[in-house]
């Protein structure tokens, strides 16, 4: 099955999500795995990212009332989720699968927080790769906290490019 390009309408630009979330607030990093939900969470100043935890995945319900907790304890303004894009730049199934996520949650009638979908390619392994040769961590340890360790790989790539943006070229913008 061919998949499709990471880019196409219904997906927010950064300028765009940037400008939607609400001033002084943070944003939450999801990376979406078939078994967990790795979560970090931003600095109010979109700086840095930290890992939080993980949500061991069970039914949706379960899951986005986990989310939900986090959202309103952490005062999340807006959600940076982990698009599993293949090497070549297509879709395939477990996008799919991830935006699925994201459709259930913004079907939800507190979840009114904007999703952006970052390019995760490579983001776990980059994190397993400094895990094993940089912190020389064991294995059952590096199998503890990779989840929520990509979470913060993924969030802190999408703060470094907002920070690329210069706000003063664009009067709309107002995230930070």
Not at 41 to 48: E, F, K, Q, T
């Amino acid at each position: 099955m061919k998949g499709r390009d990471v880019h196409h309408d219904d997906t927010l630009s950064l300028e765009d999500f940037a400008g939607s979330v609400q001033n002084g607030t943070r944003l939450l990093g999801i990376d979406p795995g078939t078994k967990t939900l790795g979560m970090a969470i931003s600095d109010r100043g979109w700086a840095v990212a930290s890992p939080i935890g993980t949500v061991n995945r069970t039914k949706f319900k379960h899951d986005a009332e986990e989310l939900r907790k986090v959202c309103e304890e952490r005062k999340v303004g807006g959600v940076v989720m982990g698009l599993p894009v293949n090497m070549d730049g297509t879709e395939g199934p477990r996008c799919q699968s991830v935006r699925q996520l994201a459709s259930n949650l913004e079907n939800l009638d507190w979840f009114d927080i904007p999703i952006f979908f970052w390019d995760e390619r490579l983001s776990t392994s980059a994190v397993e790769k400094f895990l094993v040769q940089e912190a020389d961590m064991t294995r059952k340890r590096r199998a503890e906290i990779v989840d929520k360790a990509a979470a913060a790989y993924i969030l802190q790539g999408a703060l470094d490019a907002f920070a690329r943006l210069n706000p003063s070229d664009n009067d709309d913008f107002d995230g930070f």
